[in-house]
Protein backbone atom coordinates (compact mmCIF):
# COMPACT_ATOMS: atom_id res chain seq x y z
CA UNK A 1 0.00 0.00 0.00
CA UNK A 2 1.47 3.16 -0.75
CA UNK A 3 0.78 6.73 -1.74
CA UNK A 4 2.87 9.14 -3.81
CA UNK A 5 2.16 12.95 -4.24
CA UNK A 6 4.09 14.77 -7.08
CA UNK A 7 3.65 18.14 -8.38
CA UNK A 8 5.27 20.61 -5.06
CA UNK A 9 7.90 23.44 -6.26
CA UNK A 10 8.53 26.97 -6.22
CA UNK A 11 5.45 29.31 -7.37
CA UNK A 12 5.79 33.14 -7.29
CA UNK A 13 2.38 34.84 -5.77
CA UNK A 14 -0.55 34.34 -7.59
CA UNK A 15 0.93 30.83 -9.68
CA UNK A 16 -1.03 27.63 -9.68
CA UNK A 17 0.66 24.05 -9.08
CA UNK A 18 -1.47 20.49 -9.44
CA UNK A 19 -0.46 18.58 -6.75
CA UNK A 20 -0.83 14.37 -7.82
CA UNK A 21 -1.47 11.82 -5.48
CA UNK A 22 -1.14 8.18 -7.10
CA UNK A 23 -2.01 5.27 -4.90
CA UNK A 24 -0.81 1.67 -5.25
CA UNK A 25 -2.59 -1.11 -3.58
CA UNK A 26 -5.79 0.05 -2.60
CA UNK A 27 -8.77 1.83 -4.65
CA UNK A 28 -9.14 5.59 -4.10
CA UNK A 29 -12.83 5.44 -4.67
CA UNK A 30 -13.23 3.44 -1.86
CA UNK A 31 -11.59 5.85 0.29
CA UNK A 32 -12.33 9.14 1.75
CA UNK A 33 -9.00 11.52 0.42
CA UNK A 34 -7.99 14.23 1.62
CA UNK A 35 -5.21 16.89 1.54
CA UNK A 36 -3.30 18.43 4.43
CA UNK A 37 -0.29 20.77 4.46
CA UNK A 38 2.01 21.78 7.73
CA UNK A 39 4.10 24.36 8.41
CA UNK A 40 7.56 23.94 11.42
CA UNK A 41 5.98 24.18 14.73
CA UNK A 42 2.04 24.18 13.54
CA UNK A 43 -0.61 21.77 13.53
CA UNK A 44 -1.31 19.54 10.40
CA UNK A 45 -4.12 21.72 7.93
CA UNK A 46 -6.90 19.85 6.51
CA UNK A 47 -6.97 21.40 3.35
CA UNK A 48 -9.55 19.44 0.90
CA UNK A 49 -11.31 16.48 0.84
CA UNK A 50 -13.06 14.02 -1.38
CA UNK A 51 -16.05 11.73 -0.62
CA UNK A 52 -16.09 8.20 -1.46
CA UNK A 53 -19.21 7.65 -2.94
CA UNK A 54 -20.55 11.01 -4.79
CA UNK A 55 -16.96 12.33 -4.71
CA UNK A 56 -18.19 15.63 -3.29
CA UNK A 57 -15.90 17.92 -2.19
CA UNK A 58 -15.34 20.36 0.73
CA UNK A 59 -12.23 22.82 1.36
CA UNK A 60 -10.91 24.55 4.27
CA UNK A 61 -11.90 28.17 4.48
CA UNK A 62 -8.28 29.15 4.01
CA UNK A 63 -8.42 27.81 0.44
CA UNK A 64 -12.08 28.00 -0.72
CA UNK A 65 -12.40 29.32 -4.04
CA UNK A 66 -8.78 29.34 -4.99
CA UNK A 67 -8.19 25.25 -5.15
CA UNK A 68 -9.59 22.40 -6.73
CA UNK A 69 -9.47 18.95 -5.37
CA UNK A 70 -10.48 15.68 -7.79
CA UNK A 71 -10.19 12.26 -8.46
CA UNK A 72 -9.46 10.11 -11.51
CA UNK A 73 -10.77 6.72 -10.71
CA UNK A 74 -9.02 4.85 -14.40
CA UNK A 75 -5.53 6.17 -12.93
CA UNK A 76 -5.95 5.63 -9.17
CA UNK A 77 -5.12 9.46 -8.46
CA UNK A 78 -6.63 12.45 -6.85
CA UNK A 79 -5.51 15.82 -7.68
CA UNK A 80 -4.98 18.98 -5.93
CA UNK A 81 -5.55 22.47 -8.19
CA UNK A 82 -3.91 25.01 -6.29
CA UNK A 83 -4.54 28.50 -8.07
CA UNK A 84 -4.33 32.13 -6.88
CA UNK A 85 -1.03 31.28 -4.52
CA UNK A 86 -0.29 32.70 -1.72
CA UNK A 87 3.07 33.36 0.53
CA UNK A 88 0.63 31.58 3.65
CA UNK A 89 0.06 28.48 0.98
CA UNK A 90 4.00 27.21 1.55
CA UNK A 91 3.76 24.51 3.56
CA UNK A 92 4.41 20.53 3.57
CA UNK A 93 1.29 19.21 1.37
CA UNK A 94 0.31 15.71 2.53
CA UNK A 95 -1.90 13.11 0.80
CA UNK A 96 -4.47 11.18 2.85
CA UNK A 97 -6.41 8.16 2.38
CA UNK A 98 -8.78 7.33 4.71
CA UNK A 99 -11.17 3.76 4.89
CA UNK A 100 -11.18 3.27 9.45
CA UNK A 101 -9.83 4.26 12.33
CA UNK A 102 -7.69 1.22 11.92
CA UNK A 103 -6.91 1.72 7.79
CA UNK A 104 -5.68 4.99 6.78
CA UNK A 105 -2.87 5.81 5.17
CA UNK A 106 -0.65 9.07 4.36
CA UNK A 107 1.55 9.98 1.52
CA UNK A 108 5.39 11.09 1.97
CA UNK A 109 4.71 14.98 1.35
CA UNK A 110 5.66 17.17 -1.31
CA UNK A 111 6.67 20.67 -0.51
CA UNK A 112 5.69 24.01 -2.15
CA UNK A 113 6.73 27.35 -1.55
CA UNK A 114 5.35 30.43 -2.84
CA UNK A 115 7.39 33.52 -2.95
CA UNK A 116 9.19 36.10 -5.15
Known amino acids: VQLVESGGGVVQPGGSLRLSCTAS????????MSWHRQVPGKERELVAT????????IYGDSVKGRFNMSRDNAKNTVYLQMNSLKPEDTAVYYC??????????WGQGTQVTVSS
Open 96 to 105: RAYFSIVTNY
Open 25 to 32: GFTVRNYV
Open 50 to 57: ITRSSGST
